[in-house]
């Protein structure tokens, strides 16, 4: 332990000159050093992490300022440190504020299911806005009509093979998801989910008052025999709420065999299927599926959502539904009542980058990235906690855990949350069950974080399970 805190210390005063000097190269690879050493105390006692850099610091405050900078290294490092001829570096600033830096440095959050900055095409971004802007500024700049941006609404349409008046670009996903929820759902209305599902469609399903028939996944998606049996039975949805490839919380992909099945019983029994697509494009492994909207051959059955969130950035909030003229026309109506137009500045950005085969680009880094995370997902699974079963996803964000029989995820959850690391609970997707399982969300974390913060996870199940025998 005092070894490692000496080379923070060393490291620290190597990394002091070359940064005053304007030494980016050296500095750089001196911090990635320090974040080494640091991280390695972590994983001696993540829990008390804080307490004991700050308790070693003395009289060295210095500690506290590097986990800081390490953190957020753009930060100034005038911002975080003084000179202090007696001995070096004092602690400036609030004693709290690097307790929360060192506090952040030890945790791993495998909760949320979003890219990480440096998978983002931030450049070609910039560089798509510039020409958007200097291209149209009229377009980009006023209210637009509650369709979207015209030229962005062309690039969906071509791209499914429809016409324009076919295509409403949104502010996200979720507010498509939104639109077609409040366009057709009703208080009682039968909607036929994935068990387990996404849970803000569980949640925005359930304020509308729906009766929710929650059908079981299986590693090739939805059981559509089991929805067959519902629907002999006298089940009646209006919607089939389906998130086909790389589930959303399960990882899994609907076979084509399903898809071709799920279309003949909403012909046969007269509901729709809503296809939910935001990870279609991020598939690294098997063999790419039609969409079950190329499908429908009559155009009747299907109305497809998808996100740019996902392969341009989160923050662009732009998402899109395709389906039927009529009721895409009904649910513009709805979007003018709701918002008057969504945000012209991200379509036609947006547009721009996807004209110019930028999105091309970065749907490559995108996979490249997350296929070595879900490899450090599935390895560190399979080292740390063998006792697990989970489905190894072909693409996407997520992959769903399975514990074993009789493990209650509700305290490994809190004791994982102690050593720093978050998930979510499978609970949480569904209506009922899940207690055994939980959703990893690898889409935001580096590999060697992954593997990190499962070793985290393990340990508290095992602790947990010890206590209990």
Avoid at 29 to 38: G, V
Avoid at 351 to 369: L, N, Q, W
Avoid at 423 to 429: I, L, M, N, P, T
Wanted: hydrophobic letters at 45%; aromatic letters at 6%.
């Amino acid at each position: 332990m005092q070894e490692l805190v000496g080379e923070v210390l060393e490291r620290g005063e190597q990394l002091v000159p070359l940064i005053a000097a304007d030494e980016p190269q050296l500095g750089g690879e001196i911090l990635q050093e320090l974040r080494s050493s640091l991280l390695d105390l972590v994983r001696l006692d993540p829990q008390d992490v804080g307490d004991l850099l700050v308790g070693h610091a003395a009289p060295h405050g210095e500690v506290e300022q590097l986990a800081a900078l390490v953190v957020d290294p753009r930060e100034s490092l005038a911002e975080l440190l003084h000179a202090d001829g007696d001995h070096g570096w004092s602690l400036t600033g609030d004693t709290g504020r690097y307790r929360d830096a060192v506090a952040e440095l030890k945790n791993i959050s495998l909760a949320r299911g979003a890219p990480s900055l440096d998978i983002i095409a931030v450049d070609e971004l910039r560089a798509a806005a510039d020409r958007a802007f200097e291209r149209d500024p009229a377009g980009a700049f006023s209210y637009g009509t509650s369709a979207g941006y015209p030229r962005l609404l062309a690039w969906i349409a071509a791209k499914h093979g429809v016409a324009p008046e076919q295509v409403v670009a949104t502010n996200g996903s979720m507010q498509a998801d939104a639109f077609l929820f409040q366009q057709l759902v009703g208080p009682g209305d039968v909607v036929a989910v994935e068990a387990p599902t996404y849970d803000r469609t569980l949640l925005a399903l359930r304020k509308l008052g729906a009766e929710i028939l929650a059908i079981p996944l299986e590693p090739d998606g939805i059981d559509v025999e089991a929805l067959s049996r519902a629907l002999a039975g006298g089940a009646r949805p209006k919607l089939a709420h389906i998130i086909p490839n790389f589930q959303n919380p399960a990882g899994c992909t609907l076979s084509l065999e399903k898809r071709r099945r799920l279309l003949e019983l909403a012909e046969e029994y007269g509901f729709l299927i809503f296809e939910d697509d935001p990870y279609v494009e991020l598939r690294f492994a098997g063999e790419q599926l039609p969409t079950m909207l190329s499908l429908d051959d009559g155009g009747r059955r299907v109305v497809y959502a998808s996100s740019f969130s996902k392969t341009v950035c989160p923050g662009i909030r732009v998402g899109y539904l395709v389906g039927g003229e009529g009721l895409i026309g009904e649910i513009r109506k709805l979007a003018t009542q709701t918002y008057i137009s969504p945000s012209m500045v991200s379509q036609a950005i947006v547009a721009e980058f996807c004209e110019s085969g930028a999105i091309e680009r970065s749907i490559e880094t995108v996979k490249k990235a997350l296929r070595g995370r879900r490899d450090a997902t599935c390895a560190a699974l399979q080292e740390e906690l063998p006792e697990a079963s989970f489905v190894v996803p072909e693409g996407g964000y997520f992959l769903w855990v399975d514990l074993p029989e009789g493990t209650d995820v509700e305290p490994v959850e809190a004791a994982s949350r102690q050593r720093g690391v978050t998930f979510v609970k499978g609970a949480d997707f569904l209506l009922e069950g899940g207690e055994n399982s939980l959703r990893i969300a690898y889409s935001g974390v580096a590999p060697d974080l992954i593997r990190e913060a499962v070793a985290r996870v393990a340990s508290a199940w095992r602790e947990l399970a010890g206590a209990a025998a």
